[in-house]
């Protein structure tokens, strides 16, 4: 299992990185904290949380609203955030990126308006056993309530897609291509491009899980050919609660609103409604304007560090890691063994130890990282077990941190004689 | 939390395997861990003459549910029946932290399932759609 990384671009000041990151300074039981858990959520810069404080201390005002300097400042902030997010994307327009809680909310969101709309009974909608349940569940019960059918693609044995699976299903007609740009549980990238474009022969609208793929590398909507994207942005140095939807102008305009409410609207009478333009009409009720604006100094940080590099250096971890964990006696490693077309996403086990009581061993060494199905209960069956351990990269994770996970390893071992 | 006693137990399960002759049986799992327990008793003149579990699970959830096996044979069906979740964690003798309160209590709930008879744990009734 010999991986070499050779960067294309300059190594990432991680001691620089970390410095801005106040939680990462913090101790557990006395021992600092190892966090290697990025997958589920990032930690914070103090840039973002001090753009949040700003807008609390300095100008709070509800946004669209009111006619007072306050109001205006806090709605520009919310909107510069939303253009912010747009080029990070490279979405032709600012009116098709619509703020939402999360990742989930964004597939809610196109399963409910779009889905319903448009997928017909005996419609065909194709997904993949990578995705995370977000992405899953909405159409598995969309496929119900309409009488659809919901078709799973396979993996091989390193976690990569069936790429002649998913082909052949695509040609006998699809409606609807669900998939994950990037695994949370293996770190399996897709490609997307290639995928969008057999989908779009056949006829299929595409939607893109990009929840681990927008924190970590560079995505354009537009060179991918995707037709719907969701990501959340706490994976991304954001705070809980910010995250959207890109989709393409033509099909947000046929859309319905998935809420009903204030702010959607552009015109109430007793008798009817008429929705307000885009991207507002899928903001019903007071937006999460300041985990918003926290997401776009988030873009900010990242734009500034470049998510190439953010890349690059997670791979130069997993580079470092796998082959010194997988030379580890009853160490099994699920996912790529190559760093081709993968991120920073550890999945593994050790023989004899349940993923709870590797976690919990690892706790008391403060080293944080999921133990458990990952939202992937699907994957878990397909790979044959209940369970794994993820160790998950970011940009202020170090090849210490990586030992640290071995020394843990060994020590897990030791405790149950294994 | 990993003390000799807890990892024996795990790795060497008492009263485990299928009971032949089972009375009373209950089947239940977490499916945040993938752990599954089915405890099965066998109940003559109001008492447990023997139990048995079968299960797969973090060391937590195996040793929990070994002790208590070893602890109600001989009771009677009301005994069982008045065992509580604070008896389960204290008898276990390591601090639970509540993330693994569930794999501590899993043992106790399917005991508990056996010994009233039930088919599904009230409130869990609840079909997958």
Redesign the interface.
């Known amino acids: 299992m010999a991986v070499t990384v050779k960067p294309q671009t300059a190594p990432l000041d991680v001691a620089r990185i970390r410095a801005d990151f106040p939680v990462l300074s913090q101790t557990v039981r006395g021992k600092p904290v190892v966090y290697l858990d990025n997958a589920a959520t990032s930690q914070k810069p103090r840039q973002v949380i001090d753009a949040m404080r700003r807008v609390f201390e300095e100008h709070n005002a509800n946004i669209h609203r009111g006619v007072y300097e306050f109001s205006e400042r806090t709605t520009a902030a919310f909107e510069e955030a939303r253009a912010k997010v747009a080029r990070l994307l490279n979405a032709p327009s600012e009116r098709e990126v619509i703020f939402v809680r999360n990742a989930t909310e964004g597939v809610n969101l196109v399963a409910y308006s779009w889905g319903r709309e448009n997928i017909k009974p005996g419609d065909r909608i194709v997904t993949t056993v990578l995705e995370h349940h977000s992405d899953f569940v909405p159409w598995q019960q969309l496929a119900k309530d309409v009488g659809a059918q919901v078709v799973v693609v396979d993996i091989d044995d390193e976690g990569r897609l069936r790429r002649d699976q998913l082909s052949a299903e695509l040609r006998k007609g699809a409606k609807l291509l669900a998939i994950t740009h990037t695994s949370n549980g293996l770190g399996t990238v897709n490609p997307v491009k290639e995928i969008a474009a057999e989908a779009h022969a056949v006829g299929a609208t595409v939607v893109v899980d990009a929840a681990q793929a927008v924190p970590h590398t560079p995505v354009d909507v537009q060179a991918l050919g995707a037709d719907f994207l969701v990501f959340s942005g706490h994976k991304m140095l954001a705070p809980p609660g910010s995250g959207a939807v890109w989709g393409r102008t033509a099909l947000l305009e046929e859309m319905r609103p998935f809420l009903y409410g204030g702010d959607m609207i552009s015109r109430v009478t007793v008798s009817m409604t008429e929705w307000n333009e885009l991207p507002w009409k899928f903001e019903a009720g007071t937006s999460s304007y300041v985990d918003a604006i926290g997401l776009g100094a988030a873009v900010d940080y990242l734009t500034d560090v470049s998510l190439e590099r953010i890349h690059e250096h997670e791979l130069s971890l997993v580079g470092y890691l796998l082959p010194r964990l997988g030379e580890i006696p009853g160490v099994t490693i699920y996912g790529p063994k190559t760093l081709e077309s993968r991120v920073g996403v550890v999945s593994f086990n050790i023989e004899g130890i349940h993923p709870h009581d590797v976690a919990t061993i690892f706790d008391r060494e403060a080293v944080c990282v999921r133990a458990g199905h990952h939202c992937n209960q699907p994957l878990m069956t397909r790979l044959g077990v209940p369970a794994t351990t993820r160790a998950s990269f970011y940009l202020y994770n170090t090849i210490e941190e990586c030992d640290a996970l071995v020394r843990v390893v060994h020590a897990a071992k030791k405790v149950f004689g294994v | ?2 003390r000799d006693y807890i ?1 024996d137990h795990y ?1 060497n399960p008492r009263n485990f395997g299928e009971l032949e002759g089972a009375t009373h049986t209950y089947h239940d799992s977490n ?5 599954e327990m089915t405890m099965q008793l066998k109940i003559g003149d109001g008492h447990v003459d023997d139990v048995h579990f079968t299960g ?5 959830s195996q040793a929990s549910a070994s002790i208590l096996t070893e602890e109600v044979k001989g009771k009677t069906l009301d005994e069982v029946k008045a065992i509580d979740r604070d008896h389960v964690l204290a008898n276990l003798g390591i601090p639970i ?1 509540p993330a ?1 309160v569930k ?1 501590a209590l899993l043992g106790l709930k399917a005991l508990k399932g056996a010994a009233w008879g039930l088919t599904a744990w009230p409130g869990e009734e609840v079909k997958a ?1």
């Open positions: 939390m990993y990892l790795k499916p945040l861990c993938g752990d797969k699970g973090c060391a937590i932290s693994r794999c759609k």
